[in-house]
């Protein structure tokens, strides 16, 4: 169980260092650039490793459209996490992120008519009222760049919503692969009007780091829940916000004010909790905010 917690901290670390690569490539890098070379790295590196070991196993799905489904919404997620990350600070983006289990709950209960109980409900309410301290709506601080990490919450929680739905028949490493690639084959669609030559070759590098990053970390979640239960694993994924401040600090010089730390602390603890209860009652694991 040690094992998996390690490796779930580990791997949100990973996470933290893709997303402050990411915020300094934003700078130089076209998004829709970067985002190609973050999938593509993505799905070569997993290709590479996985299909020798499985064959055409890693290959069979029974819903190869929602799988395409599930793909599109996590690199709309990507893109809005990228727009974000232009223009916000590392942790107050992480910690509004990490609203989306709150967010499963709310749908539960709107959309899909599921019971909800009252401490899930003050869970939903206190992850909302910290999310509003970072924002400050009508403060100096606020503008029109705050809805985009709000449009990562919302297409990240049907993104998870749906792999609870596969995890049921699907293999992990399946969903992973194709997550990948179908990321990968639309954002090629897109992507030539975008393409600019860099203007070193520390972007590259950049670039690089970002897709391994992201691969690496998903492989350790991979692991991770292999080895511990993912009730045990879910509240350590909110060291992601520590993380995020760290890089924050460290690269961009940036901490959070007081109200900022109130609100990323409301929204860890009311997070947490949520995405305890949720990963309890669906036995399926959430995924941690990443770029």
Request: charged residues 10%; proline residues 6%; aromatic residues 12%.
């Amino acid at each position: 169980m040690l094992a998996g917690i390690g490796l779930v901290v580990f791997a949100v670390a990973c996470f933290a260092v893709l997303d402050t690569a990411t915020k300094v490539a934003v700078t130089a890098v076209p998004v829709l650039m970067g985002i190609w070379f973050r999938y593509a790295f993505q799905a070569v590196a997993t290709t590479a490793v996985l299909l020798p070991r499985h064959g055409a196993s890693l290959l069979r799905t029974a819903h190869p459209r929602y799988q395409v489904l599930r793909g599109a919404l996590l690199l709309s997620s990507s893109l809005f996490a990228f727009l974000s990350l232009r223009h916000m600070p590392m942790a107050e983006f992480t910690a509004i992120v990490l609203v989306t289990p709150l967010a499963i709950t709310f749908m539960a209960a709107t959309v899909l008519k599921e019971q909800v109980s009252p401490l899930r409900w003050s869970l939903v309410a206190g992850g909302f009222v910290g999310t509003m301290v970072i924002l400050r709506p009508g403060g100096e601080a606020f503008s029109w760049a705050m809805f985009f990490p709000l449009g990562l919450v919302a297409s990240n929680a049907w993104f998870q919503v749906l792999t609870s739905k596969l995890a049921q028949t699907e293999n992990p490493l399946t969903l992973h692969f194709y997550t990948g690639w179908v990321g990968t084959l639309i954002a090629s669609v897109a992507l030539p009007p975008f393409w600019q030559a860099l203007p070193s070759w520390h972007w590259w590098a950049l670039l690089c780091l970002m897709g391994a990053m992201g691969t690496v970390g998903h492989f350790m979640l991979i692991l991770a829940y292999q080895r511990a239960p993912a009730s045990t694993l879910t509240p350590y994924l909110y060291a992601q916000i520590g993380f995020a401040m760290l890089g924050g600090w460290l690269v961009f010089g940036h901490m959070p004010d007081l109200a900022s730390l109130v609100g990323i602390g409301l929204i860890a603890l009311c997070g947490a909790a949520g995405a305890w209860l949720t990963v309890r009652e669906r036995r399926v694991p959430i995924e941690p905010a990443e770029s």
